[in-house]
């Protein structure tokens, strides 16, 4: 059974500062895997979507990088802005018939 | 998302009656899918879709049932509501773009 684990739970940086998440999964023969963020008792967003063949995606300030040999991925934020807090999810998928998630990181940052 | 629509945004039921949430895409995804979300459990797969009339369950099917008549509504239907059942229930779809996912419905079961 595929896991996916995200660390630290929670984060709190001062707003400026450039900050890494991360996420790690146990099986490696993953279709892809995408980012997410979820501001409170609100739905999920896409920020970045990383398939299998590829090592990282850009969009703004966000970098998300993919090791599948190592069963991790990396999401950057550079920059960061108070606007940036909210929880971030990854989600790895074998296809199209489950996407599994991690427990999320819940990031604030501080002003 | 404007490509998918989830309905109702909340409700509020009794124990034992029966309960249909309604997922809309105007994407014309094949896929499409129905988790939970549950403080301390994440984002858990009910059931999925991957064509009219074709769908499978997920992790925590139980007490849940699926219709899909049209490529773009997908029905989840709560046959009798339990209290376990209270959560905020997501639909999504699957394409080139990854998933995306409705705003969701927020159930309560009393």
């Known amino acids: 059974k595929q896991e996916v684990t995200q660390i630290p739970a929670a984060l709190s940086v001062p707003e400026g500062e450039n900050l890494v998440l991360n996420c790690s999964f146990t099986?490696?023969?993953?279709?892809?895997l995408q980012w997410f963020r979820q501001d409170p008792g609100k739905g999920l967003t896409s920020l970045l979507l990383i398939q299998s063949s590829q090592r990282e995606q850009t969009s703004g300030r966000l970098n998300a990088s993919l090791d599948k040999s190592s069963g991790r991925s990396t999401l950057y934020i550079a920059a960061s802005q108070p606007g940036d807090s909210a929880t971030y999810l990854c989600a790895v998928s074998f296809g199209n018939e489950k996407l599994t998630f991690g427990t999320g990181t819940r990031l604030t940052i501080i002003p | 998302d404007a490509g998918i629509t989830q309905s109702p945004r909340h409700k509020v039921t009794e124990t034992g009656t029966p309960v249909t949430l309604r997922c809309h895409q105007t994407e014309n995804h094949r896929y499409m899918y129905w988790y939970r979300q549950d403080p301390g459990h994440g984002l858990r797969l009910i059931h999925y879709s991957y064509g009219v009339k074709d769908t499978d369950k997920g992790e925590v099917s139980d007490g849940y049932s699926v219709s899909r008549s049209k490529t773009e509504d997908f029905l989840l239907t709560l046959e009798s509501a339990t209290s376990s059942q209270t959560s905020v229930y997501f639909c999504?779809?699957?394409?080139?773009?990854?998933?995306?996912f409705g705003s969701g419905t927020r159930l309560t079961v009393v």
């Open positions: 999504a779809i699957s394409g080139g773009r990854g998933y995306t």
């Open positions: 099986d490696s023969a993953i279709y892809n």
